[in-house]
């Protein structure tokens, strides 16, 4: 069973930056494919990001490229979201998970092929 625990989150004004953090407990996550998704009231949940298990490759919905980077420090057991020049529109609450198996390209993107699930944290960017 894995554990996976959300930091770094808050209020931000427009056109900031926060970072988030994933760390993992109970097995290591370093042979897991790992993603960022975000839910916003009365929106449904949305992919953000997501990358391999070696971090080589990264994928990211349109409308945080350019803005977010995501990466990994497997010898820590912690997945970082860096979010970079903030929208109201991003305002979300942001939970990580984590796939046990292989994924497509397409496939990282849908949440229902995620495993092990953090309880999500806010955040906000005020206009």
């Known amino acids: 069973q894995v554990q996976l625990i959300e930091s770094g989150g808050g209020l931000v004004q427009t056109g900031g930056s926060l970072r988030l953090s994933c760390a993992a407990s109970g097995r290591t996550i370093s042979n897991y494919r790992m993603a960022w998704f975000r839910q916003a009231p009365g929106k449904e949940r949305e992919f953000v990001a997501a990358?391999?298990?070696?971090?080589?490759?990264?994928y990211y919905a349109d409308s945080v490229k350019g803005r977010f980077t995501i990466s990994r420090d497997n010898a820590k057991n912690t997945v970082y979201l860096q979010m970079d020049t903030l929208k109201p529109e991003d305002t979300a609450v942001y939970s990580c998970?984590?796939?046990?198996?292989?994924?497509?390209?397409?496939?990282?993107?849908?949440?229902?092929?995620?495993?092990?699930w953090g309880q999500g944290i806010q955040v906000t960017v005020s206009s």
């Open positions: 990358l391999s298990p070696s971090g080589g490759n990264t």
């Open positions: 998970a984590a796939a046990t198996t292989y994924l497509t390209s397409v496939s990282y993107t849908q949440y229902r092929n995620y495993d092990y």
